[in-house]
């Protein structure tokens, strides 16, 4: 099955640095991956997604690339704020067999004013 | 936000009750998933739903059971919970036309004395 790993676990910038969390995953049929943010106690929010037929997607100060061949994406924040302070998720699925989501075990990224 | 409720929020009971969460959506999408997340494992698929009365096993699907008898409610039950089973519980729910994101409700946390 499916198996997605994240990196870095923490991670901590200063506010108007650039943050990069990275993702690899395991089975090439994956066609979709979302990416989460989840605040100290909340549900997790999505904040960007992609299609295995993209190689790359911005929203904002918020990117995320995907290299198919390699199987990783990863995502950037660029200018962070310490509102951006949080648990990141990434994960991977096949979008239509289920839909089922695997996903990375979570950057606590500290934004440091 | 999605229409999505959880309830309860909160529950503590004992080794070997049983327990039923429940989750209740009003956007009508056939796709409905129970995840369990517990540091540093992020969150974790139990089983999903495709449509009323039918339903899959997830990763971590060992002492859980699911029912859907209505598009709108998909209910997680421990037969005779333990206390490996305490955790947070999020629904999802995904609409089913092309690669569309996961959308959480605000979870249920779970304390198994």
């Known amino acids: 099955g499916e198996n997605v790993e994240q990196h870095p676990s923490t991670l901590s910038v200063q506010e108007g640095d650039s943050a990069v969390i990275k993702c690899t995953y395991s089975?090439?049929?994956?066609?979709?991956f979302p990416w989460y943010k989840q605040e100290l106690g909340k549900r997790p929010q999505l904040i960007i997604d992609i299609r295995s037929n993209v190689g790359e997607k911005k929203d904002q100060r918020i990117a995320v690339t995907l290299n198919k061949t390699a199987k990783h994406f990863s995502l950037h924040i660029t200018e962070t704020q310490p509102e951006d302070s949080a648990v990141y998720f990434c994960a991977a699925t096949v979008y239509n067999q289920g839909g089922k989501l695997i996903f990375g075990q979570g950057t606590e990224l500290s934004v440091k004013p | 936000d999605a229409g999505i409720t959880q309830s309860p929020r909160h529950k503590v009971t004992e080794t070997g009750t049983p327990v039923t969460l429940r989750c209740h959506q009003t956007e009508n999408h056939r796709y409905m998933y129970w995840y369990r997340q517990d540091p540093g494992h992020g969150l974790r698929l139990i089983h999903y739903s495709y449509g009323v009365k039918d339903t899959d096993k997830g990763e971590v699907s060992d002492g859980y059971s699911v029912s859907r008898s209505k598009t709108e409610d998909f209910l997680l039950t421990l037969e005779s919970a333990t206390s490996s089973q305490t955790s947070v519980y999020f629904c999802?729910?995904?609409?089913?036309?092309?690669?569309?994101?996961?959308?959480f409700g605000d979870g249920t946390r779970l304390s198994i004395l």
């Open positions: 999802a729910i995904r609409d089913d036309r092309g690669p569309q994101p996961q959308h």
């Open positions: 089975d090439s049929a994956s066609n979709y």
